[in-house]
T-cell receptor, first 114, second 113 residues
Framework: NAGVTQTPKFRILKIGQSMTLQCAQD?????MYWYRQDPGMGLKLIYY???????DKGEVPNGYNVSRSTTEDFPLRLELAAPSQTSVYFC?????????????FGNGTRLTVT | DAKTTQPPSMDCAEGRAANLPCNHS???????VYWYRQIHSQGPQYIIH???NNETNEMASLIITEDRKSSTLILPHATLRDTAVYYC??????????????FGQGTILTVHP
C-alpha cells in the first residue's frame, strides 16, 4: 500500500545544476500535483496534471518543468537551480479533480540550493 | 478562493477531545471544507472533508454550521501523535481550478501528557 512515493528524500544542488524530482503513485489516480512549501509557510501549487499527456501551470511554475507520460509518474524538472528554489517539494494525487476527491500526498523531497 | 481563519495555536490534554475551529464566512454553496494535518514536515495527511452535513470517519468528526460559515474538527481522544499543524481548507468543486487546495497558516495543535 505505497500510495505516493517521492525520491529522493533529500538533495543538495549547486546553483545552475539541474535535477529531476521523481513522483510515482500506485492508486490509479488521474490527477497529480506538485507543491512546494517554504519554511513556516503553506503549500503553493507549482504544476498539475489531469491525465497522461496533459499538464498545466499552477501558482508558481517559473523555473520548473513537468511531463506526464504515464498515469503513474509525474516528474518535476529543475533546469537551472537557484537559491530561491530551496524548499520542500510535495507530490500529490487524486482520483478526480472535483472537490469531493481528496488529494493524497507523498512525504516530500527536501531540496537545498547553495 | 474562500479565505479561512484559524487560531495559530491550541493545546489539548492527552485523552481529551481536541476541537479545532475554522472560520470560512465567504464560502460558496458548492465549495467543500477540507481538513489536513502535517506532522513535523511530513507530507500533509488527509483527515476529513464535507459539504453541508456533518461527517465522521475513523480519524475525526467534522461539524459544519448550518450557514456553513464555520466548522469544527473534532479529534475525540487526542494522543501525543496528534501533535501537528492542522489546516482547514475551502476547496472549489472543480472546473478550471481542478479542485486544487490552497493551504493557509493552519493551527499548531500541541497535545500534552
Amino acid at each position: 500500500n505505497a500510495g505516493v512515493t517521492q525520491t529522493p528524500k533529500f538533495r543538495i544542488l549547486k546553483i545552475g545544476q539541474s535535477m529531476t524530482l521523481q513522483c510515482a503513485q500506485d492508486m490509479n489516480h488521474n490527477y497529480m500535483y506538485w507543491y512546494r512549501q517554504d519554511p513556516g509557510m503553506g503549500l503553493k501549487l507549482i504544476y498539475y496534471s489531469v491525465g497522461a499527456g496533459i499538464t498545466d501551470k499552477g501558482e508558481v511554475p517559473n523555473g520548473y518543468n513537468v511531463s506526464r507520460s504515464t498515469t503513474e509518474d509525474f516528474p518535476l524538472r529543475l533546469e537551472l537551480a537557484a537559491p530561491s528554489q530551496t524548499s520542500v517539494y510535495f507530490c500529490a494525487s487524486s482520483y478526480k479533480g472535483t472537490g469531493n476527491s481528496p488529494l493524497h500526498f507523498g512525504n516530500g523531497t527536501r531540496l537545498t540550493v547553495t | 478562493d474562500a479565505k479561512t481563519t484559524q487560531p495559530p495555536s491550541m493545546d489539548c490534554a492527552e485523552g481529551r477531545a481536541a476541537n479545532l475551529p475554522c472560520n470560512h464566512s465567504t464560502i460558496s454553496g458548492n465549495e467543500y471544507v477540507y481538513w489536513y494535518r502535517q506532522i513535523h514536515s511530513q507530507g500533509p495527511q488527509y483527515i476529513i472533508h464535507g459539504l453541508k452535513n456533518n461527517e465522521t470517519n475513523e480519524m475525526a468528526s467534522l461539524i459544519i454550521t448550518e450557514d456553513r460559515k464555520s466548522s469544527t474538527l473534532i479529534l475525540p481522544h487526542a494522543t501525543l501523535r496528534d501533535t501537528a499543524v492542522y489546516y482547514c481548507i475551502v476547496r472549489k468543486p472543480g472546473g478550471t481550478s481542478y479542485g486544487k487546495l490552497t493551504f493557509g497558516q493552519g493551527t499548531i495543535l500541541t497535545v500534552h501528557p
